[in-house]
């Protein structure tokens, strides 16, 4: 290996330790009172560093706490992520160390902070408080954590995070800190996490309602067949046996019925299908009424009529398979002209 | 084409029965009434058996499936051999005018 290509290796290597996948940008907080600015607030805060303002004595209330950046450099059709730690020591005017009424919404800009342009906003609701704990000066200290996602469209230079409190409940200020700001570039570390996360929750939905289908068309299936199963009728049979018998005209008399016997017996049992059977019982003077069974069999041992019926099923077939053989051997025997019909 | 031919073959047989047997049942009607009155009680036997055929077959529970089955093989043992039958008779007749 040369030493262009060694030069031109470590040159990409120390770019890849030393290139920032994540931007942090150099942000100020301006914390607004509930008539004019508080205590001529504006302070710089240096990317993951603490900023912290201990109020000397007791400022007037806040209306608002703003997070601001105007140095930014946020690229088009990437997709960010700002999200930061903040910390409040307040005192509310009931005093009492609750997240009631703190605060009623957010806001979100991007654009040029600077010229006070705007390319898009968003309403946010931070409306979770994660902790409360003893603050400075007999304050109450909230802390909350806050994340904003946004795919940016129009390339921008700033962002400000605004932080309303509800009007009549504006709190105290005794000192504010905020931790951890970073706007996080999801796109360049791999993609935005929620897009994978919708990625993989859509293909996990796609399975599901493909698997969901399939068995879905299974359950039909096994209704259609075990349909089949119960369905008593047979007039499709019946239809393609009275196709041969059908149209035979029977004698109904004599020596000719009793030859022809089988075949009106098979004819009416292609076309069969189950009436009650009523009859009179002696003695008693009553009638018999008989339900057909397969009704009965159906509502109380259907489970056991299924496995019946495929076990029928498969011994029959199996039946019908040998005497098929057996009849189509026969047809090679030379000594052998039977005929089912006439040899009655 | 088939089917027709069985349906044809089914109806001459059948016919060919009936004209057959035609005479004497009228000869038995006609000077064994008493044979011809049993004759038609045996032939009323089986059309009241028939009625119950449907019950029957639905107090087996078998499935549409196993009565296809058996109608099909049915139709087949009642047919196929009609067909072979017909095929020997015709092959035997074609042996016996050709020298």
Same mark, same amino acid.
């Given at each position: 290996?040369?030493?262009?290509?060694?030069?031109?290796?470590?040159?990409?290597?120390?770019?890849?330790?030393?290139?920032?996948?994540?931007?942090?940008?150099?942000?100020?907080?301006?914390?607004?009172?509930?008539?004019?600015?508080?205590? !001529?607030?504006?302070?710089?805060?240096?990317?993951?560093?603490?900023?912290?303002?201990?109020?000397?004595?007791?400022?007037?209330?806040?209306?608002?706490?703003?997070?601001?950046?105007?140095?930014?450099?946020?690229?088009?059709?990437?997709?960010?992520?700002?999200?930061?730690?903040?910390?409040?020591?307040?005192?509310?005017?009931?005093?009492?160390?609750?997240?009631?009424?703190?605060?009623?919404?957010?806001?979100?800009?991007?654009?040029?902070?600077?010229?006070?342009?705007?390319?898009?906003?968003?309403?946010?609701?931070?409306?979770?408080?994660?902790?409360?704990?003893?603050?400075?000066?007999?304050?109450?200290?909230?802390?909350?954590?806050?994340? @904003?996602?946004?795919?940016?469209?129009?390339?921008?230079?700033?962002?400000?995070?605004?932080?309303?409190?509800?009007?009549?409940?504006?709190?105290?200020?005794?000192?504010?800190?905020? $931790?951890?700001?970073?706007?996080?570039?999801?796109?360049?570390?791999?993609?935005?996490?929620?897009?994978?996360?919708?990625?993989?929750?859509?293909?996990?939905?796609?399975?599901?309602?493909?698997?969901?289908?399939?068995?879905?068309?299974?359950?039909?299936?096994?209704?259609?067949?075990?349909?089949?199963?119960?369905?008593?009728?047979?007039?499709?049979?019946?239809?393609?046996?009275?196709?041969?018998?059908?149209?035979?005209?029977? !004698?109904?008399?004599?020596?000719?019925?009793?030859?022809?016997?089988?075949?009106?017996?098979?004819?009416?049992?292609?076309?069969?299908?189950?009436?009650?059977?009523?009859?009179?019982?002696?003695?008693?003077?009553?009638?018999?009424?008989?339900?057909?069974?397969?009704?009965?069999? @159906?509502?109380?041992?259907?489970?056991?009529?299924?496995?019946? $019926?495929?076990?029928?099923?498969?011994?029959?077939?199996?039946?019908?398979?040998?005497?098929?053989?057996?009849?189509?051997?026969?047809?090679?025997?030379?000594?052998?002209?039977?005929?089912?019909?006439?040899?009655? | 084409?088939?089917?027709?031919?069985?349906?044809?073959?089914?109806?001459?047989?059948?016919?060919?029965?009936?004209?057959?047997?035609?005479?004497?049942?009228?000869?038995?009607?006609?000077?064994?009434?008493?044979?011809?009155?049993?004759?038609?009680?045996?032939?009323?036997?089986?059309?009241?058996?028939?009625?119950?055929?449907?019950?029957?077959?639905?107090?087996?529970?078998?499935?549409?499936?196993?009565?296809?089955?058996?109608?099909?093989?049915?139709?087949?043992?009642?047919?196929?051999?009609?067909?072979?039958?017909?095929?020997?008779?015709?092959?035997?007749?074609?042996?016996?005018?050709?020298?």
């Amino acid at each position: 290996m040369n030493k262009k290509r060694i030069l031109f290796f470590t040159f990409l290597i120390f770019g890849f330790i030393f290139f920032p996948k994540n931007v942090f940008a150099a942000s100020r907080i301006r914390i607004y009172g509930s008539n004019n600015a508080l205590c !001529a607030t504006q302070y710089n805060v240096t990317t993951k560093s603490y900023v912290t303002y201990n109020g000397s004595g007791t400022c007037a209330t806040i209306s608002r706490v703003s997070i601001s950046e105007d140095n930014a450099v946020l690229q088009s059709g990437i997709h960010y992520r700002l999200s930061s730690t903040l910390f409040l020591d307040i005192k509310q005017p009931n005093d009492y160390c609750t997240s009631d009424n703190l605060y009623t919404r957010g806001d979100f800009y991007i654009g040029n902070y600077t010229a006070n342009q705007w390319n898009n906003s968003s309403n946010v609701t931070w409306n979770k408080v994660d902790d409360i704990s003893q603050g400075r000066n007999g304050s109450c200290r909230y802390t909350w954590g806050l994340v @904003q996602d946004w795919n940016n469209t129009v390339s921008s230079t700033g962002y400000t995070w605004d932080f309303y409190f509800q009007q009549n409940h504006f709190p105290t200020l005794y000192g504010i800190e905020i $931790r951890r700001l970073d706007l996080e570039n999801l796109t360049s570390g791999g993609g935005n996490i929620s897009d994978v996360t919708n990625a993989v929750n859509n293909q996990t939905n796609a399975i599901i309602n493909n698997n969901n289908s399939n068995t879905q068309n299974i359950i039909n299936n096994n209704n259609e067949h075990f349909n089949n199963l119960l369905d008593p009728n047979t007039t499709s049979s019946g239809q393609l046996a009275n196709h041969y018998f059908g149209n035979v005209q029977l !004698a109904t008399h004599g020596l000719t019925q009793i030859i022809t016997a089988p075949i009106r017996l098979f004819q009416s049992f292609v076309g069969a299908t189950c009436t009650t059977l009523t009859f009179p019982l002696p003695f008693v003077e009553q009638n018999v009424t008989l339900p057909c069974m397969s009704a009965i069999y @159906q509502q109380h041992f259907s489970t056991f009529l299924y496995i019946y $019926r495929l076990i029928t099923d498969g011994v029959i077939a199996y039946w019908v398979c040998v005497k098929i053989w057996q009849k189509c051997k026969s047809f090679l025997d030379p000594t052998d002209d039977k005929v089912e019909v006439f040899d009655l | 084409m088939i089917n027709s031919l069985l349906e044809g073959v089914f109806n001459f047989v059948v016919g060919l029965i009936n004209s057959i047997i035609e005479p004497i049942d009228l000869l038995i009607q006609n000077n064994i009434p008493e044979l011809a009155s049993a004759l038609a009680s045996f032939g009323n036997l089986i059309d009241y058996v028939i009625n119950f055929i449907g019950y029957c077959i639905d107090a087996t529970g078998l499935s549409s499936f196993a009565l296809t089955l058996i109608v099909l093989y049915l139709t087949f043992a009642l047919t196929m051999p009609v067909i072979v039958w017909v095929i020997k008779v015709v092959v035997k007749w074609w042996h016996m005018l050709v020298p």
